[in-house]
């Protein structure tokens, strides 16, 4: 098992209801990820924090709140979704650096979303 | 164009055989290049990353880059069914460093 855990692991919810996705390193890392995957297309990455700061918004819609309130965790917060955004939601972290080993992100087992 | 480009596949292989694996990039300002697999309905794990120009080998993996070309690969020896999955190639590009580029992947089917 990684060092970054997801929960929860499978969420269902209706277009109305509010939830949220948590991430949690304990690596050590400066970097958190979120990533959305749907059925057979790429990762798309949505947000990047790095030493806490948001750094990259993928133009996600803002029914998609991110939080990071420390190097740690990372959070996903999710409301007045569509039945398009069903999909897995992956979290990943890396220890922020220019490249090779410092580059190198982990990614958590994923939240897999159903959205009614 | 793409910025990492890999053939979707499916890469069919029996097992036993060496599966190659291959991807490109278009800017030539990258620094690293990472492979991962993904198995369906799991997340991805890092299988290994290469930033120098030749061959790395661990295991039965060997990442194989040449950034004069702009190509990366994995060769994957001695291929087993557990390896059937989703190989995706990443880049880290050197004006954002802690942001990784992936490509689509490709599906690798390994027949017994």
């Known amino acids: 098992e990684t060092g970054v855990t997801q929960t929860p692991r499978h969420l269902v919810m209706g277009m109305t209801n509010k939830k949220s996705l948590k991430c949690e390193q304990h690596l050590g890392h400066n970097a958190m990820y979120w990533y959305k995957q749907s059925a057979k297309k790429p990762l798309e990455l949505m947000f990047v924090y790095n030493f806490k700061e948001q750094t990259e918004n993928n133009s996600v819609p803002s029914r998609f709140s991110p939080e990071c309130p420390n190097s740690s965790h990372l959070f996903l917060h999710l409301h007045t979704l569509q039945p398009e955004d069903s999909a897995l939601y992956l979290c990943?972290?890396?220890?922020?650096?220019?490249?090779?080993?410092?580059?190198?992100?982990?990614f958590g087992p994923g939240t897999r979303l159903l959205v009614l | 164009q793409k910025e990492v480009e890999q053939n979707s596949g499916p890469l069919s292989v029996p097992e036993g055989a060496i599966a190659s694996l291959n991807c490109t990039y278009s800017?030539?300002?990258?620094?690293?290049f990472f492979w991962y697999r993904q198995y369906s309905g799991k997340s991805p794990e890092l299988i290994m990353f290469i930033y120098s120009n030749g061959d790395k080998e661990d295991g039965r993996f060997t990442a194989q880059l040449n950034k004069a070309s702009q190509y990366v690969s994995l060769l994957i020896r001695d291929s087993q069914p557990s390896d059937s999955a989703t190989y995706l190639c990443?880049?880290?590009?050197?004006?954002?460093?802690?942001?990784?580029?992936f490509g689509s992947g490709t599906r690798l089917l390994v027949r017994p």
């Open positions: 990443a880049v880290n590009r050197m004006d954002s460093s802690y942001k990784l580029i």
């Open positions: 800017d030539r300002g990258s620094q690293s």
């Open positions: 990943a972290s890396s220890p922020s650096g220019t490249s090779g080993v410092w580059a190198t992100q982990y």
